[in-house]
């Protein structure tokens, strides 16, 4: 099972259920295999049906490319609204900081950003730059 931090803004707007508050961040984190790909996947897909741009950067991982799959194999899947997810793979926690901060370099801002693995760009120790 995975859980859900939002900040306190966040949390106080949005109550006690599960919605996306213009401006507010929310990390999502669990062990592996709890399910937070596919998690991220069909909020992405829920926002971008609502109209919302989607800007979801990749881990260039097996897991990530499973629950796209299942994503695009659905057979309720809209593809008017898959167009409106931009779809980036990263590697590495410098990749990361490169795309994030080109984000204005898009055709159009996106509505919301999800960075997949995000803890896992990050090794523990020392991070050169």
Known sequence: MFSLSRSAECASAAGSTLQWVSGCFALLHGPPKSGRTSFAFQTAY???????????LLR???ESA???QFLLRAPQVDHAVLRRIQIKTVGSHTELRFALANLHLLQQLPGMIIV???ESYFPKG???Y
Do not use: E, H, N
Not at 46 to 56: E, H, L
């Open 66 to 68: 499973r629950a796209l």
């Open 126 to 128: 020392p991070i050169s």
């Open 46 to 56: 829920d926002i971008a049906r609502k109209g919302t741009s989607v800007y979801a």
């Open 116 to 118: 997949d693995g995000f």
């Open 60 to 62: 260039d991982a097996p």
